[in-house]
């Protein structure tokens, strides 16, 4: 079974704190992602990595950064958390070869909770 | 651009009905098309997905969705409620952007309550 694994499911940080979110997946997967998750707004995608060291901004990438240093593992970043990024944080991760890529199934991680305080 | 639209927020029914999940979609390119579930505090996990193949797609637990390029909907259906099926439910398309990439747009969500 493909294994998308988020080290830290609660957190509580300060504002001005720098808050990482690490996600590991181990089914040797090109492609990761980072999602936000808020109630009425659905997933909002964060940002996208395609391979290693490449990055894409998704829809909401303010106040985020990422780091993709090993295939199998995706950082999220918050340079300075603020209440506004009180949230679920929500890793995946899926192939990315291009033959039929748009249906590869996408695995989620079970969420990082995060609180600003 | 491509878009989903979940036409209800909520749904619910009783245990052992039938359970249906309504999902539009636009897309200019041919797209994938999804249904995860989420249940509290839980990741998202696939339930199935339609890519091409037939339109008429089954996935686990006994749900199934029918892809209706006419009508650009792929509705989820399970013929009986059962309590554990209480969770929220999201409507995903995908479409091949290139250099292996693809874009996945997100419905906002259908949570289904059933009742005992």
Redesign the interface.
């Known amino acids: 079974d493909v294994k998308v694994t988020q080290s830290s499911r609660y957190l509580v940080k300060r504002t001005g704190e720098k808050v990482f979110l690490e996600c590991v997946q181990d089914m040797d997967h090109e492609n990761m992602f980072w999602y936000r998750q808020d109630p009425g707004l659905g997933l909002r995608l964060i940002y996208f990595s395609y391979d290693v060291k490449m990055k894409e901004k998704g829809d909401i990438p303010e106040g985020y950064s990422v780091s993709r240093e090993k295939k199998e593992r995706f950082s999220l970043i918050l340079e300075s958390a603020s209440t506004n990024q009180t949230s679920m944080y929500l890793c995946a991760s899926s192939r990315g070869d291009r033959a039929g890529a748009s249906g590869n199934t996408i695995y989620f991680g079970e969420g990082s909770w995060l609180t600003v305080v | 651009a491509q878009s989903v639209t979940q036409l209800d927020s909520h749904v619910s029914v009783s245990e052992g009905t039938p359970v249906l999940l309504r999902c539009n979609y636009s897309s200019s390119y041919s797209?994938?098309l999804?249904w995860?579930v989420q249940h509290p505090?839980?990741?998202?996990?696939?339930l199935l997905?339609y890519?091409?193949a037939a339109t008429l797609v089954k996935g686990i637990n006994g749900f199934e969705a029918e892809f209706k390029k006419s009508e650009t909907s792929f509705h989820l259906t399970k013929p009986s409620a059962h309590m554990s099926d209480a969770a929220e439910y999201?409507c995903?398309v995908?479409?091949?952007r290139g250099?292996?990439?693809?874009q996945?747009t997100?419905?906002?969500?259908t949570k289904l309550s059933v009742i005992p």
């Open positions: 797209p994938s999804f995860y505090n839980k990741g998202l996990q696939l997905k890519t091409s999201f995903v995908s479409v091949l250099a292996g990439s693809y996945l997100f419905g906002k969500g």
